[in-house]
């Protein structure tokens, strides 16, 4: 087989990927590895398939022959990071997205991956470096701004925190995590009374979140706590 024909038909197994007919597209892609079985782009592809479905074990085997036969493509050690973190293995996933840095320094998914994944490990230090890197890279981004405000909060810089989340409050003054982390971190340096109301406001802004009725108990029980 040519590249240019394996090229081709990568580009007809994601189309029929992405239009839901999965089972064709891995037709297609085991034709090109049985050609080429080092085609690191068609083994991830196929990869990505069996992990959607819930294969892990041969997704698992797939990225590992793709990494091997291709170390240099970032892909594949991308989709491997998200394989272990939905199997919630975050040292292995941090592991693997540390590959996909290392080759895409900018490539923003891989970025967010190892944020998360170093949260699952208890590193917020490392995750408050990661996402002020990508803030770097994309600006002005909400969720990014607002994870960098939670994960001040889990370093214990509240006043740091505080800051940040009232800048957002005068634009968002109806944001639920944006309410609620400023009322954490007010609630973190004693402010109940302030921290109250705006827990109050999330949970009506939000009232599905479990978290925000969570906060607002304990902000009751601070309320009854004797001064």
Not at 60 to 77: E, M, R, V
Request: proline share 5%.
């Amino acid at each position: 087989m040519q590249p240019t024909d394996s090229t081709a038909l990568i580009h007809q197994a994601r189309q029929l990927k992405a239009s839901g007919n999965t089972e064709s597209a891995a037709d297609i892609l085991t034709q090109i590895i049985e050609q080429d079985p080092s085609n690191a782009a068609a083994l991830t592809i196929l990869a990505n398939i069996r992990q959607e479905s819930g294969d892990y074990d041969v997704a698992a085997k797939l990225y590992q022959q793709a990494t091997t036969a291709d170390p240099d493509y970032h892909l594949s050690w991308f989709n491997y990071g998200n394989l272990y973190l939905r199997l919630n293995q975050p040292q292995e996933a941090a592991a693997n997205y540390r590959h996909c840095l290392n080759m895409q320094a900018d490539y923003l998914p891989a970025m967010r991956g190892l944020a998360n994944a170093l949260k699952l490990l208890g590193q917020y230090g490392k995750a408050l470096e990661i996402v002020r890197r990508i803030l770097a890279v994309k600006p002005g981004d909400l969720n990014e701004i607002i994870e960098l405000g939670n994960l001040t909060l889990q370093v214990g810089d509240s006043a740091a925190a505080q800051q940040l989340f009232e800048e957002l409050y005068g634009p968002l003054p109806d944001h639920p995590q944006v309410l609620s982390g400023l009322a954490t971190a007010l609630r973190n340096q004693g402010d109940v009374n302030r921290a109250h109301p705006l827990f109050k406001r999330a949970s009506d802004m939000a009232p599905g979140s479990v978290a925000t009725w969570q906060n607002l108990g304990l902000s009751w029980q601070d309320l009854d706590q004797p001064s």
